[in-house]
């Protein structure tokens, strides 16, 4: 059986390919938050760029850290609030629920 490739894949479903992604995945909060050097931001822009699957998943996590900076986010409810932090802290554990 044959996998196909990540960029064909729905938005829920796992990464494949050669574990390449991953690793972009993994430094993906560094990279929007311009924590690593020029070097590795220009390999991850080409990436984001090529990458339909990663240059979703940035966006979505560019947004999600706007709204997390903005105004609206500090009217969550505490209970929200727990129930987001505790899916951040399971998906970064590799966690699917």
């Given at each position: 059986?044959?996998?196909?490739?990540?960029?064909?894949?729905?938005?829920?479903?796992?990464?494949?390919?050669?574990?390449?992604?991953?690793?972009?995945l993994?430094?993906?909060?560094?990279?929007?938050?311009?924590?690593?050097?020029?070097?590795?931001?220009?390999?991850?822009?080409?990436?984001?760029a090529?990458?339909?699957?990663?240059?979703?998943?940035?966006?979505?996590?560019?947004?999600?850290?706007?709204?997390?900076?903005?105004?609206?986010?500090?009217?969550?409810?505490?209970?929200?609030?727990?129930?987001?932090?505790?899916?951040?802290?399971?998906?970064?554990?590799?966690?699917?629920?």
């Open positions: 059986m044959t996998r196909a490739p990540h960029d064909s894949a729905p938005p829920s479903a796992p990464l494949g390919g050669d574990g390449k992604c991953q690793q972009q993994l430094e993906l909060s560094a990279y929007l938050e311009g924590d690593l050097t020029p070097e590795k931001m220009a390999e991850l822009d080409i990436h984001l090529e990458c339909t699957c990663c240059g979703q998943m940035a966006a979505s996590l560019r947004r999600a850290i706007a709204l997390c900076r903005s105004d609206e986010a500090r009217g969550l409810p505490p209970e929200v609030q727990a129930r987001a932090l505790d899916r951040v802290r399971a998906l970064l554990a590799g966690e699917s629920r």
